[in-house]
């Protein structure tokens, strides 16, 4: 339980949490670099996760809406900025480069 009267409310949760990793600190140190690449692998993978969404935006908006695509799209892919046929095929492919990616990065971090 916190003391009511502590200043900065949360500190013992932060002592506990120090003492724990002390404690078992030489234990886990033979297994730092598979501790890390599981962090790295979750923070990709929630990275990943994040631009989940995009592609099917983008579809939705430029492909069967045909709204007028922003002027960054032409500078980025030109072969892209006129044809929403060859724009679906780039967004398709990237929505699966997603769901591989972040497979790996999730297979990564178990």
Do not use: Q
């Not at 404690?23 to 886990?28: E, K, Q, Y």
């Not at 670099?33 to 962090?39: C, L």
């Not at 922003?70 to 006129?82: I, K, T, Y």
Request: aromatic letters at 10%.
């Amino acid at each position: 339980m916190s003391d009511p009267t502590d200043p900065t409310p949360g500190t013992s949760a932060l002592r506990t949490t120090r003492n724990v990793y002390r404690s078992f600190a030489p234990f886990l140190r033979p297994y730092a670099r598979w501790v890390v690449a599981a962090y790295a692998g979750l923070l990709g993978s929630v990275l990943v996760k994040l631009l989940e969404p995009w592609p099917l935006k983008l579809i939705l908006d430029y492909v069967l809406l045909g709204k007028p695509m922003p002027d960054l799209v032409p500078r980025l892919a030109p072969w892209v900025a006129g044809d929403p046929k060859a724009l679906l095929l780039v967004l398709c492919i990237g929505m699966v480069l997603i769901v591989v990616v972040h497979g790996l990065l999730s297979y990564a971090s178990k």
